[in-house]
T-cell receptor, first 111, second 114 residues
Framework: GENVEQHPSTLSVQEGDSAVIKCTYS??????FPWYKQELGKGPQLIID?????GEKKDQRIAVTLNKTAKHFSLHITETQPEDSAVYFC??????????FGQGTILTVHP | GAVVSQHPSRVICKSGTSVKIECRSL??????MFWYRQFPKQSLMLMAT?????????EQGVEKDKFLINHASLTLSTLTVASAHPEDSSFYIC??????????FGSGTQLSVL
C-alpha cells in the first residue's frame, strides 16, 4: 500500500516569512495529493490539492508542487500570518480510492 | 467547500455504553464515507470505508463488531462504538466524497470513556 512521509514535524516561522512542508510517497500509482489544515479540536479542512498530471498549483498565498519522478510534493505558504498556525497534513492516493495521510506538521507563526 | 455535519462533538460515557456518532453531508450526496480515528498529536488512521447501501470495508486490525458503520442514505452515515471501553477513547472523524476526488471532513467527535 501507499506510504506517505512528511517533514518537518514542527515548523516555526516569523509572520511574513514563507513556510515549506515536504512529503514523499511510495506508490507510483498514486495520482491525487491533497493538503489539509487542522485546527485544534476540529476536523481537517482541504486547502489545496494537485493531480499527478500537473506540476504546480497556486491559490493566493498557498502553492503546491509535485515531482512525480522523485515521488515528492511540497506545500508552500507565503506571507505567513498568525492564523496560519495549525497542523498541516499531506495525503496521497488514487483519485477515487482511499487516502494515506502523512504524520502532520505543526506550524507556528509568531507575530 | 461542501459541508459535513458531525454530531456529537464530545461524548463522555461510562465503560460498557454504546455510543453513536452521526455524520450528515449537508449540500452534497456522499456516495462514499470514510471514518478515521486520531490520537493526540498523531495522524488520521483510516478505520473503514462505506459506500451508500453497501456493507463497510474495514481496515486491517479494526474490529467490525466493535465499530459498526451504517451508510443507509447518501446524506447520512453513522458509527456506533459498541460497549465502549477506555481504550476506545479517541477523536473520531468522518469524511464524505461525492463523485469527485475531494474529501470533506466533519468536525470530529471526542470520545472519552470512563
Amino acid at each position: 500500500g501507499e506510504n506517505v512521509e512528511q517533514h518537518p514535524s514542527t515548523l516555526s516561522v516569523q509572520e511574513g516569512d514563507s513556510a515549506v512542508i515536504k512529503c514523499t510517497y511510495s506508490d507510483s500509482a498514486s495520482n491525487y495529493f491533497p493538503w489539509y489544515k487542522q485546527e485544534l479540536g476540529k476536523g481537517p479542512q482541504l486547502i489545496i490539492d494537485i493531480r499527478s498530471n500537473v506540476g504546480e498549483k497556486k491559490d493566493q498565498r498557498i502553492a503546491v508542487t509535485l515531482n512525480k519522478t522523485a515521488k515528492h510534493f511540497s506545500l508552500h505558504i507565503t506571507e505567513t500570518q498568525p492564523e496560519d498556525s495549525a497542523v498541516y497534513f499531506c495525503a496521497g492516493g488514487t483519485s477515487y480510492g482511499k487516502l494515506t495521510f502523512g504524520q502532520g506538521t505543526i506550524l507556528t507563526v509568531h507575530p | 467547500g461542501a459541508v459535513v455535519s458531525q454530531h456529537p462533538s464530545r461524548v463522555i460515557c461510562k465503560s460498557g455504553t454504546s455510543v453513536k456518532i452521526e455524520c450528515r453531508s449537508l449540500d452534497f450526496q456522499a456516495t462514499t464515507m470514510f471514518w478515521y480515528r486520531q490520537f493526540p498529536k498523531q495522524s488520521l488512521m483510516l478505520m473503514a470505508t462505506s459506500n451508500e447501501g453497501s456493507k463497510a470495508t474495514y481496515e486491517q486490525g479494526v474490529e467490525k463488531d466493535k465499530f459498526l458503520i451504517n451508510h443507509a442514505s447518501l446524506t447520512l452515515s453513522t458509527l456506533t462504538v459498541a460497549s465502549a471501553h477506555p481504550e476506545d477513547s479517541s477523536f473520531y472523524i468522518c469524511s464524505g466524497r461525492e463523485w469527485g476526488e475531494k474529501l470533506f471532513f466533519g468536525s470530529g467527535t471526542q470520545l472519552s470513556v470512563l
